[in-house]
């Protein structure tokens, strides 16, 4: 079946730091890829998308590539501010059997210190 | 605008109580979900539903209840609240084919469910 795995968190890192939060997947057929990202207190929001391979999704300064070669899709971000504190998700879409639904990573918190 | 809306945003009760957990959603979507959020984050699927009158269990098994009786409305009820019900639970909705981004889901704001 469909998964997502997620380097696992806590992230902690200053303000102004690169950041790297690794998904991998294992899906059949060519899946859609997401981020979403979950402020404290609040639903998910959907922060960037892939519908195909090599795809780049961007979105308030980050990015992240689908990479069907290494069922990949890392996301980046140049310079972290502290309001970026929130649950991160990595998620796919499948069709067949799964048509409709998420399948999602477990989430890597990312705290930003000033 | 299009939205969707869960009520109540918090909600403390005591063991044995039955509460209804409301989603609605205004983006005309056919598909909908409820997911329970543990502690640690992880989502969990417990309910989702393709249109009217059609509910299906998810892959979290949930002694929680779902009826899809309208298009836009999605209640999930406990009959009987124990601690263990005790959840962060967030309801989603999500469209068909290519403008709908893929089964893109756009989530509620959650209700953060105590039971006592």
């Known amino acids: ?114 | 605008e299009a939205d969707i809306y869960q009520t109540p945003r918090y909600l403390v009760i005591g063991t044995g109580k039955k509460i209804t957990l409301e989603c609605s959603q205004t983006m005309g979507h056919d598909k909908m979900y409820w997911y329970q959020q543990d502690p640690g984050m992880e989502l969990h699927l417990i309910h989702y539903s393709y249109g009217v009158n059609s509910t299906e269990k998810g892959d979290l098994s949930s002694e929680s209840t779902v009826s899809r009786i309208r298009t836009e409305h999605f209640p999930l009820t406990l009959e009987s609240a124990r601690p263990s019900h005790t959840s962060q639970y967030l309801c989603a909705s999500s469209g068909t084919g290519y403008a709908a981004g893929y089964n893109e889901q756009f989530f509620g704001p959650g209700t953060r469910l105590t039971v006592l």
């Not at chain 1, 998964?3 to 939060?21: D, W």
């Not at chain 1, 294992?26 to 979950?38: D, E, I, K, N, R």
């Not at chain 1, 207190?41 to 290494?70: H, I, M, P, V, W």
């Not at chain 1, 990595?90 to 999602?104: P, W």
Request: glycine share 12%.
């Open chain 1, 1 to 114: 079946g469909d998964s997502v795995t997620q380097m696992e968190g806590p992230v902690t890192l200053s303000e102004e730091a690169f950041l790297t939060i690794n998904c991998t997947y294992t899906a059949t057929g060519y899946p859609s890829l997401f981020w979403y990202v979950q402020y404290p207190g609040e639903g998910l929001q959907l922060l960037l998308k892939a519908t195909k391979a090599d795809d780049k999704g961007s979105n308030k300064g980050f990015e992240a590539t689908y990479r069907k070669e290494t069922t990949s899709f890392h996301l980046e971000k140049g310079s972290v501010q502290v309001s970026d504190s929130a649950v991160y998700f990595c998620a796919l879409s499948s069709g067949g059997t799964s048509y409709g639904k998420l399948t999602f990573g477990q989430g890597t918190i990312l705290t930003v210190h000033p």
